[in-house]
Nanobody
């Protein structure tokens, strides 16, 4: 059974950094886009960043461009999200996700999900 397990969340002050990791297991992930959605209290889940299998295609939400960097290590079936210059508005539960094919913005196109990791940014 496919599992996505996130780690690296926590509490950080504004301006600080965190790195999220998501390890995938239980299946073959060749050709899979992996990415991160986030959901703040009272808001819809939104795509934050995604990366194709080859790493050649990346997507970033406008709100995180220039601050967040997504990367992956296919040998380890792991995707990372380096988050710098964090803001209180980045506070959310971050969910790791995967889909076969290229990154897309439609949440319904993602069929693998982790349990989520909380990121809290204090002002």
């Amino acid at each position: 059974q496919v599992q996505l397990v996130e780690s690296g969340g926590g509490l950080v002050q504004a301006g600080g950094s965190l790195r999220l990791s998501c390890a995938a297991s239980g299946g073959t992930f060749s050709g899979y886009t992996m990415g991160w959605f986030r959901q703040a209290p009272g808001k819809e889940r939104e795509l934050t960043a995604a990366i194709s299998w080859s790493g050649g295609t990346k997507y970033y939400a406008d709100s995180v461009k220039g601050r967040f960097t997504i990367s992956r290590d296919n040998a380890k079936n792991t995707v990372y999200l380096q988050m710098n210059s964090l803001k209180p508005a980045d506070t959310a539960v971050y969910y790791c996700t995967a889909r076969h094919g290229l990154p897309v913005g439609n949440i319904r196109e993602y069929d693998r999900w982790g349990q989520g990791t909380q990121v809290a940014v204090s002002s």
